[in-house]
């Protein structure tokens, strides 16, 4: 069973940076093969995509909000995603997921992903 733990949320001032971690679990050897991504959801909104990433992390797809701004990786040595995070905005804030197993990275859709995290909060202040 594929478990997800995210970590590294807090809070910061706009212009500020942060790097959130997710630790899998449950994948042996084959963590590298699996498509992973970052999704977000602020207060009355809907989940959105952030960044999927596949290929072995060869490949990436950033939503436009972020592009050029954050930037998904993976340690699949230690089975871990990242998302560095940075000229942060108030507009970031948000709770953050990480997402796992999904067949259609550059779609970014939340309907894509089979396996959550319980959210890490990411809150922005001006």
């Known amino acids: 069973q594929v478990q997800l733990a995210e970590s590294g949320g807090g809070s910061v001032k706009a212009g500020g940076s942060l790097r959130l971690s997710c630790a899998a679990s449950?994948?042996?050897?084959?963590?590298?093969?699996?498509?992973m991504g970052w999704f977000r959801q602020a207060p009355r909104k809907e989940r959105e995509g952030v960044a999927t990433i596949y290929n072995g992390g060869a490949t990436t797809y950033y939503a436009d909000s972020v592009k050029g701004r954050f930037t998904i990786s993976r340690d699949n040595a230690k089975n871990t995603l990242y998302l560095q995070m940075n000229s942060l905005k108030p507009e970031d804030t948000a709770m953050y997921y990480c997402a796992a197993h999904c067949g259609s990275p550059w779609l970014l859709l939340k309907t894509d992903f089979e396996y959550w995290g319980q959210g890490t909060q990411v809150t922005v202040s001006s």
């Open positions: 449950g994948y042996g050897y084959t963590y590298s093969n699996y498509c």
